[in-house]
């Protein structure tokens, strides 16, 4: 159901941007998806072919999803590291004061048309 | 000879949380100037953010003009509650299936409201703990509820939450004696996502610990007006 609202606005999006540069049909839209985004990209593509049956300006249109790997950057020691295999301590010094560098994106890359 | 189709391709890269976040600072910008103060209440389901309300309503409903929004999936049942259990303006906003209210959302549903009758609107948002916290609804401040038997290690399981939340409702302290719930450990993951969060363990049921709920809404929604 989240998936489903997340499609709700990317279809609301496109749409502008279909009406702002004149298409008239769109064949994909290409998504970066931050890998601790909590999208979960099957649910989204699934949701998506339900949905664009709806708009004459999508139908059979696919969604294309990039995954940008979570990274963490560590302010103690200044490095960075794989959020997703070390979670919020940084592995190299043990501290905790770290932060999300990427990986959270739910962004819309491109239109292809 | 192969035929390359030509594909034309627009570059968006743009948020798609973007226009929420646009429409709900919009949102705050107008209920500063005038003089509401709208608070997103959030939860699990059952974690009795309807009975929490009930009570922090009779405690401040003679110092405050209140009015409530429920967001439900479908159903008036919270809606009539709060309506039954305070007297005060109560209406049921539909999400259409969404799992959470946005920006927008929330707007037509002030627009429900009889204009200018409240200080403190309180949004009852979809219980749940992931889809309501990524979107702005364009209250002043976020509150969540998390119920004892759901555990002490809420925070570590749903960051997202607990980062975005100004105060931190315990509530169903009466029954930890017969769950394994920690609320020292509680109040040290919630700070480990956000350092800023108010803890305040309450008891909705036995009432304990509300008056200091509603000390904490009195302070916000004061502050908020001048």
Redesign the interface.
Known sequence: MHELGIVFYIIKDVKTAALEHDVQHVNAVVMNIGEVSTIVPDYLTDCWRWAVTKEPLLEGSELLINIIPAVTHCDACGREYETVRYGKKCPHCGSDQTWLLKGNEVEIKEIQV | MTKIEE???????????A??NKDADALRGELKDRGVFLLNLMSSPGSGKTTTLIRTINLLKDRLRIAVMEADIDSDVDAVKIKEGTGVESIQLHTG????LDAEMTRQGLDNLAPGAADLVILENVGNL??PA?FDTGAVKNAMILSVPEGHDKPLKYP?MFSVCDLVLINKIDVMPYFDFDLDKCREYVH?RNPKASVIPICARTGEGVEAFAQWLLQEVEHWKN
């Open positions: 594909v034309k391709v627009i570059e968006i890269k743009k948020s798609i949380f226009d929420n299936g969404m799992c959470h992931v889809c990524e997202l480990m």
